[in-house]
C-alpha cells in the first residue's frame, strides 16, 4: 500500500480542526492541515500539529495489567475483566462510583453512564465537566434553558463586540481567536477580563479589564450598573424577552461604583468604557471560561454574564449571547451524554420521571431515582472507584489530601491509554484505544457532532473504551443490555433517548464535513447553529434575571500567605499534559513546571529568573521554576497545571461552589520561597 492522506478531527481542545494524517502500511507517519475543514480554514494550532507522535509513545498501555504482590503485573483480558467483575459485585450503589473523561467518544460516554445506572444501580457517574463548566448548567439552565454554547464558532466572527470573559483564548483555543481577530479586523471591539497580561491582553484586547482575581461579580455588576445609569439597556428585549427586570434593576440600584474601582483593582473610567462599548454593539458576544467558572461562586459568575447579556438584548442572535468555552475534545459530549449524577442522558434531570422513561428506553428495572454524588464527593466518598481517560490526581484540587483518601479504597480500575498518577493507585489497568484507533463522534465546543473514523489499530491488546464496558457489563451478567458490536449501534440507540441528537445519524455526518449541531430532532433538520432565535429554552420561554451580589474569594493574601495564586493552561499542553508531554516537539516548547512572577514580587523576594522556588498554600507545597514577568501584576503568582512534578493542584483550594460542586481552582494564597 502507498501512502493515504487520512481526513480526521484534532483530538486537543474543542474547536473541533480538521486535520489529514498520512499514513503508511497502516502506520501514521506524518499529518497536514485539512485546508478545507470549515474551523481551521487552512491551519492547525501548535498543539493541532503535533497531534499523532503520542500514539507511538514506548510506554503505551499494550495490555490489561493487575496489582499481585504490590505491582502491577500483566495479564489476560479474561483474568482482569473476571476480577473487576468480581470486585464491582461486591460494591453497592453507595460504595460505588463512576469518573469519566471528556478525551471519551459520545459512544465511550453513553455505554459507561448506562453501566453505572443498570448495573451498578447508581447515578454517581461524573466527567470532568464537573471540575470547570458544572457552574453553565447551574447559572443557565434556569436563566435559559441550557448551559451549551448559544453560538456557532464561525458567527463570531460577525459579532461587533467580543467579551473575553475568564479566557485566555489565544492560549487555550486558538481558532476562535482567530475569528476574534478577524471580527476585531472589521470593526468589533474587544474586550478581555484577566488578572493577567496574557497574550490575549497583548494582541487581540482592545479593551484588557485586569482585575482582582475573583472579583468578576462585582465588575459586571458596575457594569450593568452604567448602563442602566445611561439608559443604554435594550428595553424592548428585556420587555418581549425576559422576566424578573425589576428585582435586578433595585439591586443595581444600590451598587457603588467607587466601591468596584476598589475591590476590582480596575479604573472606574475603563469600566464604563466596557460597560457603554457593549451595549453599544448590535451583536455583542461574551465567550467564558474556568477564569470565571472555577470558584466557589462559579455559578454566580455565570450569572451575572448572562444577566448582563440579557440586559444588552445580546443573545438569540448569531454572534451573541454567553457562550462557554468547554477545553476538551468532547467537553459537551460528557454532559449530553448523562455523565453527570444529576442528569440522565439529553440533560433530563434525576428522577421518578427520568428513571421510568429509560426504563422503558433500555428494558430494564429500578433505575436509580436519586442524585448521585459529585466528582470530587465521589472521590473522597466511595472505595470502588471506576476511572476511564481522567487523571483526578492532577485536576482535582489538594491532592495530597486526595492520595490520602484514594490510598484507603478498596478497588480501583484505571482504563487509559498511557500510566497515568492515577492509575499507580489502581488494582487493574486496562488498555484503551485512542481517538484514532476506534469509530466514534464526539460534539464539539458549540454543539458540533463530527464522526471520527477508524485510522489505524489500537497496539497491542488495547481496546475501544465503550468496548471493554460491554464486555464487562456481559460479565456482570447482563445479556441483551450491552450487546453493542458497532459504534454506530451505541450512537442509534442513544439518539432514540435523546432528543436534541434524533436527526443527526452516521450517515448523515460521513457528508456533513462541517458536522451538525444539535438540537437537531429530525433526520431532515439542518442543524440548529444558534439557539434561542425565538425564545429561550425555560418553561415559559423567557431569559431570567437573576440578582447576585459579589463575594470575595475564599482565601485572600495575609501575612503568611501573601500572594494570590492562579492556575491555568499552556498554549503547547493539554489538560493533564499525559498527551502533550509525550509530543517531542512540544515538551521542548515547555519541557517543565514553572511559574510566573512579578519582577517587583521577585526583586523583593531575592528571585531570578530560572531559579527553582518553593511555592506552598495551606495545602502543600511544589517546586517550579521561576518565570520573572509582567504577564502577571504585582501580589500574583501563576501555575501552569500541566506537570506532575510541580502539580498546581497540589496547591489549590478544595472549597466547592454550593450548587455546581466546582472548586475554586482559581484563585488561594501563596508564599513563595527561593532554594539556593
Ligand atoms: Fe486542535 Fe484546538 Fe489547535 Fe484546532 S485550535 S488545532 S482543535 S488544539
Avoid at 40 to 61: F, H, I, M, Q, V
Avoid at 136 to 165: K, R
Avoid at 211 to 226: E, H, V
Avoid at 534 to 540: I, S, V
Wanted: glycine content about 8%.
Amino acid at each position: 500500500m502507498g501512502i493515504e492522506y487520512v481526513p480526521t478531527i484534532c483530538p486537543y481542545c474543542s474547536c473541533g480542526c480538521g486535520i489529514y494524517l498520512v499514513v503508511e502500511d497502516g502506520r501514521i507517519i506524518g499529518q497536514e492541515p485539512w485546508k478545507a475543514h470549515p474551523i481551521n480554514e487552512g491551519t492547525n494550532c501548535p498543539k493541532g500539529k503535533n497531534a499523532y507522535e503520542y500514539l507511538y509513545s514506548e510506554d503505551r498501555l499494550r495490555t490489561p495489567l493487575v496489582r499481585k504482590n504490590g505491582d502491577l503485573k500483566e495479564a489476560s483480558w479474561d483474568e482482569a475483566l473476571d476480577l473487576v467483575a468480581s470486585k464491582l459485585k461486591e460494591a453497592t450503589p453507595d460504595n460505588f462510583g463512576f469518573i469519566a473523561s471528556c478525551r471519551n467518544s459520545n459512544e465511550d460516554l453513553y455505554v459507561m453512564q448506562k453501566f453505572t445506572r443498570v448495573v451498578m444501580g447508581t447515578n454517581s457517574v461524573e466527567y470532568c465537566g464537573r471540575l470547570c463548566h458544572s457552574p453553565a448548567a447551574a447559572a443557565l439552565i434556569p436563566m435559559m434553558g441550557s448551559g451549551a454554547m448559544q453560538t456557532n464558532q464561525e458567527s463570531i466572527v460577525d459579532a461587533d463586540c467580543i467579551f473575553l470573559a475568564g479566557v485566555n483564548v489565544k492560549e487555550t483555543f486558538p481558532m476562535i481567536a482567530r475569528r476574534v481577530a478577524r471580527a476585531r479586523a472589521k470593526g468589533a471591539r474587544v474586550i478581555y477580563t484577566d488578572p493577567r497580561k496574557t497574550n490575549t491582553a497583548r494582541y487581540l484586547a482592545d479593551i484588557h479589564l485586569q482585575l482582582r482575581s475573583g472579583t468578576d461579580a462585582a465588575l459586571i455588576n458596575a457594569m450593568m450598573k452604567i448602563i442602566l445609569d445611561e439608559g443604554l439597556e435594550d428595553r424592548e428585549f428585556i420587555a418581549s424577552r425576559t422576566a424578573d427586570f425589576e428585582a435586578l434593576g433595585e439591586f443595581l440600584s444600590t451598587v457603588d461604583l467607587k466601591q468596584a474601582e476598589e475591590i476590582t483593582g480596575v479604573p472606574l473610567e475603563k469600566i464604563k468604557e466596557a460597560a457603554i462599548i457593549y451595549a453599544k454593539a448590535e451583536r455583542g458576544c461574551i465567550l467564558y471560561d474556568q477564569g470565571i467558572s472555577q470558584h466557589y461562586v462559579g455559578v454566580d459568575n455565570v450569572k451575572v454574564h448572562a444577566n448582563l447579556a440579557l440586559l444588552c438584548g445580546h443573545a438569540g442572535k448569531p454572534g451573541s449571547g454567553i457562550n462557554s468555552m468547554r477545553g476538551q475534545i468532547n467537553g459537551e459530549g460528557g454532559g449530553d451524554m448523562g455523565c453527570l449524577c444529576v442528569f440522565y442522558p439529553g440533560f433530563k434531570r434525576v428522577g421518578e420521571e427520568s428513571a421510568k422513561f429509560f426504563e422503558e428506553a433500555w428494558k430494564v428495572e429500578n433505575l436509580p431515582t436519586k442524585p448521585g454524588l459529585t466528582y470530587i464527593d465521589m472521590l473522597y466518598n466511595v472505595s470502588n472507584l471506576y476511572v476511564v481517560g481522567a487523571d483526578p490526581m492532577m485536576v482535582v484540587p489538594d491532592t495530597n489530601n486526595l492520595r490520602k483518601a484514594l490510598e484507603k479504597a478498596n478497588f480501583i480500575v484505571v482504563q487509559d491509554i498511557f500510566p497515568t498518577e492515577i492509575s499507580k493507585l489502581a488494582h487493574v489497568v486496562l488498555p484503551a484505544a485512542t481517538w484514532v484507533e476506534r469509530e466514534a463522534t464526539h460534539t464539539w465546543i458549540d454543539r458540533r457532532v463530527q464522526k471520527i473514523n477508524k485510522v489505524i489499530d489500537p497496539p497491542g491488546e488495547a481496546k475501544p473504551d465503550w468496548q471493554i464496558i460491554c464486555e464487562l457489563a456481559a460479565k456482570m451478567g447482563y445479556p441483551g443490555k450491552f450487546d453493542f458490536s458497532f459504534a454506530q449501534e451505541i450512537f442509534d440507540e442513544m439518539r432514540s433517548c435523546v432528543p436534541q441528537y434524533k436527526g443527526i445519524t452516521y450517515e448523515r455526518l460521513d457528508r456533513a464535513i462541517a458536522g451538525i449541531h444539535w438540537p437537531c430532532p429530525a433526520e431532515d433538520h439542518p442543524g440548529t447553529p444558534t439557539m434561542f432565535l425565538e425564545k429561550f429554552n425555560t418553561p415559559d420561554g423567557l431569559g431570567h434575571f437573576m440578582v447576585v451580589e459579589y463575594k470575595p474569594p475564599a482565601e485572600v493574601p495575609d501575612e503568611e500567605y501573601p500572594y494570590f495564586l492562579t492556575t491555568g493552561r499552556s498554549i503547547f499542553h493539554y489538560h493533564t499534559g499525559h498527551m502533550t508531554r509525550r509530543t517531542p516537539r512540544l515538551l521542548d516548547e515547555v519541557p517543565r513546571g514553572f511559574f510566573e512572577v512579578n519582577p517587583d514580587d521577585a526583586t523583593k523576594e531575592g528571585i531570578k529568573e530560572k531559579d527553582t522556588v518553593t511555592l506552598t498554600t495551606r495545602r502543600g507545597s511544589i517546586e517550579a521554576e521561576a518565570r520573572v514577568t509582567d504577564r502577571v501584576p504585582p501580589g500574583l503568582i501563576f501555575v501552569p497545571f500541566h506537570f506532575p512534578n510541580s502539580l498546581a493542584n497540589v496547591l489549590t483550594n478544595p472549597t466547592l461552589d454550593p450548587a455546581a460542586k466546582c472548586a475554586e481552582t482559581k484563585v488561594c494564597a501563596v508564599r513563595m520561597e527561593v532554594k539556593r
